[in-house]
């Protein structure tokens, strides 16, 4: 009894050690913290919950997203790594290229260039889907998941198992009532590309504002926002409920509809 004892209280501190090892804050300042979660992977949390990823291989470094007002962010991520750094963008709005300025050449997919601010002056590197980084031991891969936005990309680590999803899956909210507007059939194509990538190589999905949620969700989320899209569609969905957050965002009257973790923000009369 006592040696079973034991051993439970030493898979016990294994775990707390491994928890604590590998969801570490490294840096804060009164804009943002920055924790690891992953091996060679942080997450960067704003003060207002946008969210930033760090990805680092044995030659190149990748940062995804640019937040909001995070003052001189170019010397913060370079507390984290020295190593040259591809800027990746997963799409345009400001909550997620709010401090491009700070860097010389970012990454996006063209079709957001429609949102992207005006006031950049660096260079634009167009990515598309299939395109791969290699970071060293360490590849990014770019998927293609428009719907919340024209140029909406995904970021997937195949070897790893994870996908940095931006805000093309939402973070238990997706809006898709934003302009330009794109029909439900292609936030369903979206999902299934990612249903079909959970199916295969990938297992854990970091969103776009990870300090609402604090964990990476799995294929069950997908699932139920494919099937949420699709209820929309053919006239079987949940009760919809006025979106009063937020609800003078592109949109009159946007509603909202949930099914377990899964919520889809949409305009009713845009649908098709």
Known sequence: MIAKSNLFLTVLLFILLWNSASSQEVFKNNDLSITKLEKDMWVVETSDKTTMYIIEGTQKAMLI?????????DEVIRTITKKPLYVVLTHAHSDHAGNIKYFKEIYLHPADTVLLSKSYKGKLNFVKDGDVFDLGEKKIEVVYTPAHTPGSIILIDRKAGICYSGDSFGSGQVWLQLKPLAPMQTYIESCKKMEKLMDSEITKIYCGHYPYVKKAYDKSYITDM????????????PKATPHTQQASINGKNPMMVTKGEATIVFDPEHLK
């Open 226 to 237: 494919q099937t949420l899209a699709e209820s929309l569609l053919n006239g079987t969905a």
């Open 65 to 73: 997203d640019t937040g909001t007002k995070c003052e001189k962010l």
